[in-house]
């Protein structure tokens, strides 16, 4: 078992996403990984029976996982962000991430996954191979 009870997946290959990732190291208890980890695909597969390209928060302790723009604001709640700013990213999700993608030249597009959904058994079986993979995260965060 790791110190982490959530873990986010994240698209490894954007750099803004990465570094947004990287900034996560000082939310206590919250790793990350890129959404092309073995884990993370693992993971993705077991919870909805296929992998969506999308932003994911996996939380064990509560047994939810937050997708898309719910992620986004739960990420925000976690970093103390106030909550009119986590509310914006939430409520301009799609845009944010249309100008990140632009801005950094990554061409895939978030799959259309959002909400916050109780985790699946199988993906409960997975977490913990998840987490243990976001602890190397701090090496394996591509920021150029």
Request: glycine share 6%; with cysteine; proline share 6%.
């Amino acid at each position: 078992m790791t110190d982490y009870h959530a873990v986010l997946v994240f698209d490894g290959d954007c750099p803004f996403c990465s570094a947004a990732a990287s900034a996560l190291r000082r939310v206590r208890g919250v790793g990350a990984v890129p959404w092309d980890d073995d884990a993370a695909q693992s993971f993705l597969e077991a919870q909805f029976d296929e992998t969506p390209f999308a932003l994911v928060l996996a939380e064990r302790e509560e047994e939810r996982v937050y997708v898309g723009r719910d992620a986004a604001r739960e990420l925000c709640e976690r970093a103390g962000v106030p909550t009119l700013v986590g509310d914006i990213v939430g409520d301009n999700y799609e845009s944010i991430a249309d100008a990140i993608r632009t801005v950094s030249g990554v061409d895939d597009d978030p799959d259309p996954y959002h909400g916050v959904y109780p985790m699946a058994e199988d993906a409960r079986d997975r977490f913990d191979s998840l987490a243990a993979d976001a602890r190397s995260m701090p090496h394996a965060i591509r920021t150029d």
